[in-house]
Every structure is written in structure tokens, then in C-alpha cells.
């Protein structure tokens, strides 16, 4: 059993923001509209986080990406009274919308603050309503919605693996951000294959994980930045 | 200083049931029109979209949860004192024990109703319920949002149980002075009373029981509660203080709330030789007590984190004592601390009048501690590019009030159709060697005298 994760090399990132959009356009994840984003309703799984380095003028901007840590230990799970956040065997944290009451609790238990909540049914400024992916599914208003790892095209790989008798190889899946990602920052794949372009990069001395400390085990590396630029 | 005796207080305590004043129907179509407003508000958010209240991401709880917080606080009042003062026996207890058992039954009422007005599909509620599913699919035992589920129904049960049990001789009480359909259905709630020596021992055996019982499920439901919170690893929440920071909390605005309504029973259904100076200052007593408990446990809290300075939770921390959140925090510590300390630490201050003005203070002031614990630190989580804040929207505001709205129409009602003075227990009281009534306020104004 594959247990999925992904390496971000900050070096690379250059904050262009195009895993952002990708993510929305694979996952149907509704434009809410200019008033409600400045209310606090966007919902981005993925979001470039932006902080400044230093006092002006001398300041020196480093981007982070930062999208569902897939924790090992996920503070999301065990709080979720009816098992709609729970661990797949494969490792994702997965969401199940129709078993989701909407209790919120997953979202504040979580460190990272990447949970969204859907306020209102979805809808897309035109003409992005049709553009919809039929692989899916829409959420209705009440329920919380998060990074999947993009699981429907995990499930699609699984199949068409096993239609050809053979395994998943390293690289044939794709999340929407790593394939949309031009300076290729992301890296996706298999952390328990030692040959993973995923699992070197884990292992390099440049890797730490986001609020380590918490004791979430997330299973997103992220590699330290050492260009000076 | 007159003692009421006999048919007095049949008379005295039953004129509420017997005779309805126009007030009483003006009181019900007022509170009620605020409670119609409360459900208005919450059909028009479920009909539009949970979006029309003014939770935001990262703060997905708000009023809600501080309102379900703030009410299971103040279900604490009454059965827990009520069975307490049961137990040993004080004898001041029997005008105040079923005024307070009620507000129990009707806060847990009013405060279960939370969890369901602040779920995103209020429809799919029964989903926590661990009821036999085809699909086989049970809740999930480790969240502590079914502990709740658990603790509140135990304690309500628990509560109505002990709220029903010393009611059975009053209802025999009224049956019997009754007439038509009132006496119908009064007879039907006396379950066939008729007082012999047999039935006398089995109430007694029953009360007993049930006030040993309900003690620690009380101390339970609010540390449950506060597992909520403690649980998630979110700064300022994940605290082993909590536990008994909420229930020292919620018995502190339990008895405030208490202390409200005696003094609006009293002024009301004029109950003045009934409620005297002395309970209010017994009870008032028992506030101060909660007060420098609760000042306790707020220090304490806050120092340990000040002087563990954790990057995270001193972002909180900043946040609540010198920042944004500063004027609502240091109002809550005159309101919970300062007010009653000095109100009910000074003697003269402790009269009816000073009671109440304490116990509003109370109540606004340990609101305001629960929206504090919990806004505040889902605004302020670890990581600063995601930090936000939180406003509420009117659907929110007014289901907060018609929540108040609704704790008095229940309680107008109630006191409606049901003795609020336990006619039996007071009667009880006359006969020695059973202590007086009305213990000579000169002696029982000293501390040490509080038969606790």
C-alpha cells in the first residue's frame, strides 16, 4: 500500500500562484465572489503564504505553499463526530462530504487552518461554471471541503495500473499543482518507495515539516530555501 | 418577622396557579415574540446558507458555541447546589431548591439546542445519535462532541428525575384543590400520592439517591464540555486546567442566574415571606466563594502561560490582555472578579438589591469569558498568514437573545403551573427538629454560621 506525500522545494517556488488556480479548476471549488473573500470566505486548499524577510528596504520575500499536511497524526480525525474526516489506508486524510453535519470542529483542531466550510451552495462567476470536473463531486452548503491530494486522479491511476497488470509508477500521478507548477516546486508520490523522487527528497538535509512541534507528523517536506536572491 | 403556616401557604403558593393576572399573559407575549424572532433567524440561516452569520475562516465558531458553553454554565446552578444543600441537610435550602432545579432543566434545554442551530446541516443531526444504522456505521467514539451528546442527556435526565421527584406531593397538593380538566391532569402527574408512610420513605429513599448521584454527572458534563475545547491542539484551548476552570465557572454563573430569578420570583409572584434577605445573602456568600475560585483558576492559567511564553500561545495571550480583545477581557475581570468581590465581600453591599447588580455582572461577565476562551485563540493559530477575526452578524445576535427570551418564558411558565416554592418541603421545615425556616438574621449573617 502506497502511502502518498509530497516534497516543496522553496527554492523553486517563485509565489506565481498557478497551483492555486489549478486546484480550484480540478476540484470545483467555487468562486465565492469579491465581497465574500474579503469577508474571509475564499477557499483555497492550496494557498501561497507570503511573508517579508527584514526592514524596508532591505527586505527579501519568501513564499510558502501551504496545503493539507496529510498528517500521519491528523488533530482533524478523531474530533470528527461521525467519521467524515477519517485516515485512508493509502494515508490521504480524506473528507466524505455526504457523511459531513458540519460540526466545524475538524477546521479548528486543525494546526494549519487549511479546512473551508462551505457557507452557501457553490457557484462561479461565467463563464467558469463550465468548466466543471465531472470526476468531483459538488458540495453543498454546511459542509467543510480540503485538499483531497487530489484523489480522483490517485483512483484513476490505481485503475488504469491494474487494467495494464502492472504497478503505479513513480511520477504518474499528478495533484493539478504539481502538474500546473512551471518551476516544478511540488514533487508528488510514493513515501514508502525508498526510489521516489518524493522520498529522496525527504530525506535531504535541506527537509523540515511545518509546525513539527505540534506533533501532527505531516507528510509534506518542505526543503529550505538557500538562494540568497 | 411572620412565619407562614398551614393553608398560608397552600394559599400563598398555589394563587399563582389558580388565578391568572393580565400580566402573565403580557410577560408570555413578550417573551414570546423575542423567542419567534429567534426561530425566524435560525429557518432564514438555514434557508439562505449557513454564510448569513459572520463566521469566517479560521474562526468557524462564534456566538454559537459560547451561547451552548454559556447555558450548560448556568444548568450548573440549580441541581448541583439544590443537591448539595439536600445532602447536608441546610435548612435555608427549602424555599430555593426547586427555583433552582428548574433553571437546570430549562438552561440544558435552551443551551442542547446550540450544537444543532451551529451545525452546517442542522437536518443530519441525528448522525451523532448511536442509533442501530443498516449501513452499520456508528458515531465516532473518540470525538468529544459525542461525549457531549452523552454527558448533556445524562444530565438532563438526572435533572428532570430530581426536578420531578419532590414535585409529586405538591401536584397531589394541587389535584386536590382542583377542579375540572386541571385536576385531570394534575392527578395524572401526582402518580396516585396520597402521602402514606410507605410512599413518604420511597420519595425520601429516591431524593437521596438521586442527589448523591447527580452530583458528579454535573462535575462531568461542564468537564466534557470543556474537553471541546482542551482536546484540539489549538493554543490556549489544549489545557489541563480546563476541566475544572469550567465547572468552578459554570457553578459560579449557576448561581448568579439563581440569584436572578428568586429576586424576580420574589418581586413577581410577591414571595417576600417566603424569600427572605437571608437566602439571598447565603447564596450571595457562595458567589463570592465562586468568584475568588474563578479569579484563581484565571490566574493561574494565565501566568503558566506568560511564563512559558510559547511563541504560539503568547500570540493569543498578547491578544486577549493588551490587544484587540483587551477591553472585553478586562471588563469580564471587573465583572467576574472585581464587582462581586466587592459587593458581596462587604457586608452592607450584600443586600437583595446588591445580589442582583453582582449576579447581572456575573452573567454578562462569564459570557463574555466563554466568547474570550474561544474566539481569540481560532483567530490567533500558529501560523500568522492565516490569522483572522470575528464579527457577529445579526442572525447571530438575535438567536442570543431569543435564547434569553426563551429561558424566561419557560420560567414564566413553570412558575405558572407549578408551585415554584416546594409547598411539602417548606411545610416539612415548620416541625422540629427540623431547623427554622427563618434563622435569626443576626446569627446566620456570619460567615461561619453558613449551615453548608
Known amino acids: 500500500m502506497p502511502r502518498w506525500g509530497m516534497a516543496v522545494d522553496l527554492d523553486r517556488c517563485n509565489g506565481c500562484a498557478a497551483c492555486v488556480v489549478a486546484c480550484h479548476a480540478e476540484n470545483n471549488i467555487s468562486t465565492v465572489g469579491a465581497d465574500e473573500a474579503a469577508r474571509g470566505r475564499a477557499k483555497h486548499w492550496l494557498r501561497i503564504e507570503r511573508y517579508w524577510e527584514g526592514e524596508f528596504p532591505d527586505v527579501r520575500l519568501t513564499f510558502r505553499p501551504v496545503l493539507c499536511q496529510h498528517c500521519d497524526n491528523a488533530p482533524c480525525e478523531p474530533v470528527c463526530p461521525t467519521y467524515a474526516s477519517h485516515h485512508t489506508e493509502d494515508g490521504l486524510n480524506a473528507q466524505v462530504y455526504n457523511r459531513c453535519i458540519g460540526t466545524r470542529y475538524c477546521a479548528n483542531a486543525c494546526p494549519y487552518n487549511v479546512r473551508f466550510f462551505d457557507f452557501f451552495n457553490p457557484s462561479w462567476d461565467k463563464p467558469l461554471h463550465l468548466q466543471l470536473n465531472p470526476d468531483v463531486s459538488l458540495r453543498e452548503a454546511g459542509v467543510m471541503e480540503k485538499c483531497t491530494f487530489c484523489v480522483q486522479r490517485i483512483q484513476a491511476a490505481g485503475t488504469q495500473a491494474s487494467a495494464e497488470e502492472r504497478e503505479v509508477q513513480d511520477g504518474e500521478i499528478q495533484p493539478a499543482c504539481v502538474q500546473s507548477c512551471p518551476s516544478k516546486a511540488l514533487v508528488f508520490g510514493d513515501l514508502d518507495d525508498p526510489g521516489s523522487r518524493v522520498s529522496q527528497l525527504s530525506r535531504s538535509p535541506r527537509g523540515s515539516k511545518l509546525l513539527e512541534d505540534v506533533g501532527t507528523r505531516p507528510k509534506i517536506t518542505y526543503l529550505a530555501r538557500q538562494s540568497q536572491a | ?452
Not at chain 2, 465516532?140 to 445524562?154: G, M
Not at chain 2, 454535573?218 to 476541566?243: C, E, K, L, R
Not at chain 2, 512559558?308 to 500561545?313: D, F, H
Request: proline share 7%; with cysteine.
Open chain 2, 1 to 452: 418577622m411572620t412565619h407562614p403556616t398551614g393553608s398560608r401557604i397552600n394559599n400563598d403558593l398555589l394563587r399563582p396557579l389558580l388565578l391568572t393576572s393580565w400580566r402573565f399573559y403580557v410577560l408570555v407575549a413578550f417573551f414570546g415574540a423575542f423567542v419567534a424572532a429567534g426561530l425566524i433567524a435560525w429557518l432564514s440561516q438555514i434557508f439562505f446558507g449557513f454564510g448569513i452569520s459572520g463566521l469566517r475562516w479560521p474562526v468557524y465558531w462564534g456566538f454559537y458555541v459560547t451561547n451552548f458553553v454559556f447555558w450548560i454554565g448556568i444548568s450548573h446552578a440549580g441541581t448541583l447546589i439544590s443537591a448539595i444543600l439536600r445532602l447536608v441537610n441546610a435548612g435555608w435550602r427549602r424555599p430555593v431548591t426547586r427555583c433552582a432545579e428548574v433553571i437546570t432543566v430549562f438552561a440544558l434545554l435552551i443551551g442542547a439546542m446550540f450544537p444543532l442551530i451551529h451545525l452546517g446541516r442542522p437536518w443530519l443531526a441525528f448522525w451523532l445519535f448511536p442509533y442501530p444504522s443498516e449501513r452499520l456505521i456508528w458515531p465516532n467514539f473518540r470525538s468529544p462532541l459525542v461525549w457531549d451528546f452523552f454527558a448533556i442527556n445524562t444530565y438532563l435526565t438526572g435533572s428532570i428525575l430530581f426536578l420531578f421527584l419532590p414535585m409529586i406531593p405538591d401536584f397531589a397538593v394541587v389535584r386536590d384543590r382542583a377542579t375540572g380538566l386541571r385536576r385531570r391532569v394534575y392527578r395524572v402527574l401526582a402518580l396516585g400520592w396520597r402521602g402514606t408512610p410507605k410512599q413518604w420513605h420511597r420519595l425520601e429513599t429516591a431524593m437521596q439517591i438521586m442527589a448523591i448521584a447527580i452530583i458528579p454527572v454535573a462535575v462531568s458534563v461542564h468537564t466534557i464540555v470543556s474537553f471541546d475545547f482542551s482536546m484540539a491542539p489549538v493554543p490556549m484551548w489544549n489545557t489541563t486546567i480546563f476541566g475544572p476552570y469550567f465547572v468552578a465557572g459554570a457553578i459560579f454563573s449557576g448561581i448568579a442566574g439563581l440569584l436572578i430569578a428568586m429576586a424576580a420570583l420574589r418581586k413577581f409572584l410577591h414571595l417576600e415571606e417566603y424569600l427572605h434577605p437571608v437566602h439571598f445573602e447565603n447564596l450571595g456568600k457562595l458567589l463570592l466563594v465562586m468568584a475568588l475560585l474563578w479569579g484563581y483558576f484565571v490566574f493561574n492559567e494565565r501566568l503558566v502561560t506568560y511564563y512559558g511564553n510559547g511563541p504560539a500561545e503568547m500570540a493569543v495571550f498578547r491578544q486577549t490582555q493588551w490587544q484587540s480583545f483587551a477591553p472585553l477581557h478586562w471588563t469580564m475581570v471587573f465583572l467576574n472578579f472585581v464587582l462581586p468581590l466587592t459587593l458581596m465581600g462587604i457586608r452592607k453591599f450584600r443586600t437583595i438589591a446588591g445580589c442582583v447588580i453582582a449576579s447581572i455582572g456575573v452573567i454578562v461577565g462569564m459570557w463574555l469569558e466563554r466568547f474570550l476562551i474561544i474566539v481569540p485563540a481560532l483567530g490567533h493559530k500558529y501560523l500568522p498568514y492565516s490569522y483572522g477575526t470575528y464579527r457577529p452578524e445579526p442572525v447571530e445576535i438575535v438567536i442570543t437573545i431569543a435564547s434569553f427570551a426563551a429561558m424566561s418564558l419557560l420560567y414564566v411558565l413553570f412558575a405558572k403551573f407549578i408551585p415554584i416554592i416546594s409547598i411539602w418541603e417548606l411545610k416539612a421545615g415548620e416541625h422540629p427538629p427540623a431547623p427554622d425556616l427563618v434563622p435569626p438574621a443576626t446569627e446566620e449573617h456570619r460567615l461561619g454560621d453558613l449551615r453548608l
